[in-house]
Structures are given as structure tokens and as C-alpha cells.
């Protein structure tokens, strides 16, 4: 089955940078665009990033771009999240979401599945 | 900027209906944002209930469902039962490969 895998979370200090990594297994990963959403503790879901299938193409929420970069290796099935100029606000789990379909298909503008996610704490 | 509107709680009792909705702050929710809902329960990654407006992802009981009602998409829990009792969220597809989420709801069920 799909499984998703998140991990590099960690305590960062204001002003740092921290690398998401997200493994894929049970799916052709380099058929599918992947999503980077997080929660800040309390908080509601917040979309944060999107990159297409063969990583062509790239798209960010106002409030990471020009600080947060999505990557991706299909050789590896691993999609990544470079953190840089991290500010408290961005304290937050961190999820990876699988694209819902392939171009043309259904759900592809849905996130399905899930990972478990990894905690990013920005604090001195 | 834009913003999409849940009602942040709502409660429902066993065996009710309930129905939760998403909207815009200006404008209307269509098929053409395809709205989708994820369920979550404290500690856990969400759950993918509903996309394309109205297809249930795998897995998922037929007592939820999805539709636009009005101006805005619409989450129905038929039968509602107590492990329903979750965070609610919405998101909506804008143009230029941007997704917007909802603030969530809260949903009770007692």
C-alpha cells in the first residue's frame, strides 16, 4: 500500500534552516505531484507547496515563497522541503501529501494519502 | 487574499444528519474548485473523505457524502456514530496551482 514517510523535523533557531525529506513507497512516485502542508500546534491545516511529477514545475503559498523550496528526487522516491530564514510562525507538523490521481484522472487536485508528519519547532 | 469559510463547531447526536460547509469569503464555491474534505482526530494525519466535490476516497462509508448546496460545498454525515467526532477540513483548488484550506470544524457528536 502508499506509504509515506516524513523525517528531518527538529528544533531550529530563528533565522536557521531545516531539510524535509518525505520517503514513498507502493505507488510510481514519478507519476504523481506531491503537496507539503503543515499545522501549527492548535492550529488548522495550511498548504505550503506543490511540485508536478517530474519536478518541472513548482508552486508555494504566499507566506514560505521565496524561503521554501520543494525538490524532488525520483531516482530515490523522496520529495524534500529546504526550510530556509525559518521564523517562529512556521513552527508547525509538517505533512507530505500524495497528488489524489494523474493528470486527467480524478482526485488529482485532491491530497491522498497522507504521511504521519514531522515536527518543526523554530525557537531560541 | 482569499479565505474559505467552516463553521469552527458543530454538533450532531448518534443516528443524526449533519451537514458542514465550506464557502468563500467573496464568491462561490463550484465544481470547479474541486472541493475536497479530510477528517482528523487529535494526533493523527488526515484522512481523505471526499474529492472531486462528491467521490468518496477508498474505503470510506457511503454515509458521508459530498455536494455544492448553494453558493458553497457541502459535507453530509448521514448516521452520524461516535467515532465520526472529529476535525472537519475543507480545501479548495484555486487557479495557478494554489490550494486554499478551510479553518476546520469541529465536529461533536453527543
Known amino acids: 500500500q502508499v506509504q509515506l514517510v516524513e523525517s528531518g523535523g527538529g528544533v531550529v533557531q530563528p533565522g536557521g534552516s531545516l531539510r524535509l525529506s518525505c520517503a514513498a513507497s507502493g505507488f510510481t512516485f514519478s507519476g504523481y505531484g506531491m503537496h507539503w502542508v503543515r499545522q501549527a500546534p492548535g492550529k488548522g491545516l495550511a498548504w505550503v507547496a506543490f511540485i508536478r511529477d517530474d519536478g518541472s514545475n513548482k508552486f508555494y503559498a504566499d507566506s514560505v515563497k521565496g524561503r521554501f523550496t520543494i525538490s524532488r528526487d525520483n531516482s530515490k522516491n523522496t520529495v524534500y522541503l529546504q526550510m530556509n530564514s525559518l521564523r517562529a510562525e512556521d513552527t508547525a507538523v509538517y505533512y507530505c501529501?500524495?497528488?489524489?490521481?494523474?493528470?486527467?484522472?480524478?482526485?488529482?487536485?485532491?491530497?491522498?494519502?497522507w504521511g504521519q508528519g514531522t515536527l518543526v519547532t523554530v525557537s531560541s | 487574499q482569499t479565505v474559505v469559510t467552516q463553521e469552527p463547531s458543530f454538533s450532531v447526536s448518534p443516528g443524526g444528519t449533519v451537514t458542514l460547509t465550506c464557502g468563500l469569503s467573496s464568491g462561490s464555491v463550484s465544481t470547479s474548485h474541486f472541493p475536497s474534505w479530510y477528517q482528523q482526530t487529535p494526533g493523527q494525519a488526515p484522512r481523505t473523505l471526499i474529492h472531486t466535490t462528491n467521490i468518496r476516497s477508498s474505503g470510506v462509508p457511503d454515509r458521508f457524502s459530498g455536494s455544492i448546496l448553494g453558493n458553497k460545498a457541502a459535507l453530509t454525515i448521514t448516521g452520524a456514530q461516535a467515532d465520526d467526532e472529529s476535525d472537519y477540513y475543507c480545501v479548495l483548488y484555486m487557479s495557478s496551482a494554489i490550494w486554499v484550506f478551510g479553518g476546520g470544524t469541529k465536529l461533536t457528536v453527543l
Open positions: 501529501a500524495k497528488r489524489g490521481g494523474t493528470s486527467g484522472t480524478t482526485g488529482v487536485y485532491a491530497f491522498d494519502p
